[in-house]
């Protein structure tokens, strides 16, 4: 029998430890892919540290793109309709369902049917222990999306693409950005430029970004961002003044969070006009609590949205808007270090602490 290795974590904030699983064939309508490279994913980082419940132990990682080993009966074509083969380089659904829902069904929904499963959050203990990023082979299970590279795009910029990329494509379509808006980024990790540069390409007249690393603010002009403002140097009023005087004549027609913080959202809601639209697309921890006034959403006509997943659409687009655009942003340049698997630990605590953008796992 052939066996693979993976980096399992059995308990949060405890050492990564490599272990071998058996490799089985693919079952009909599923797909087996040697992983070619893997991104640490914020969402990957509140799991280990326990801030969001995941199986242990459990392989992590659900930013994954790799090469097609085995196809079994049942799928010869990707979500777009082409031909899927062995060896042809692959991304997919972060989540995946197989059956009947009313969200899916009636809604257009998929993402919220009760019972989707997403990559990286499994048992790794349970058959076919391969349904996480950072391994050297994944299954794709039926109910999954599956697209197929084109030869010229990077593993660098191709990887992100089916969680933060899409999920980008996602929060800009619910923020409604239109021509000549005024957009602000609450935090300018991979999230926040990709919403950077959606924005700007979507026709917004002036995209601000804001953070307290100075890194990212310099990186934030690269990828669409007009102005950045640095929020740990002033007081949360002075970042407000300074964003509603950058949008004349009365605040941000959108506000977009990506930085995973409550208290964010007051701030927020006080930069938006007269009929802004708010979107969280951050806040994925439980208990993430935070008080507001809501006769201001009332009296000033806000609209609050929370976006988690995304619909299958938005990974066609991602991939669409990479391509037309990666002369235009440096989309190479966020996935800015790589760590082989065994060092799965040095590039979690690189990633917790901040000083890398987008670590990769190339096993």
Sequence with gaps: MRTAKAAVYEAPNTPFILKVYPLRAAKPREVLVRVTMSTICRSDIHSYEGHRPNPCPGILGHEIIGIVEEIGAGIDK???????????????????????CYYRDVLDMPQKCNGVRKYGHDLATEDPHFLGGFAEYCYILPGTWILKLPDD???EEATPLNCGVATMASVTEAAEIRLGD?????GLGLLGLYGAAMAKARGARCVIGLDAVASRLEIARKFGADHVIDIGRGSAKSVIDEVRKLCRPDGADAVIEVCGVPDVIVQGLQ????GGRYVLGGLVNPNANVT???NVLLRRWITMRGIHNYHPRHLIQALDFVMANRKRFPFKDIVDSKFALKDLDIAFKRASERTVLRAAIVP
């Design 78 to 100: 990707d979500m777009r309709g082409d031909p899927l083969k062995v060896g042809d380089r692959i991304t997919w659904s972060e989540y995946f369902f197989d059956g009947g």
């Design 153 to 155: 795009l990077s593993d």
């Design 182 to 186: 005024a957009v602000v980024i609450q």
């Design 271 to 274: 930069m938006l006009r007269v």
């Design 292 to 294: 507001i006034d809501a």
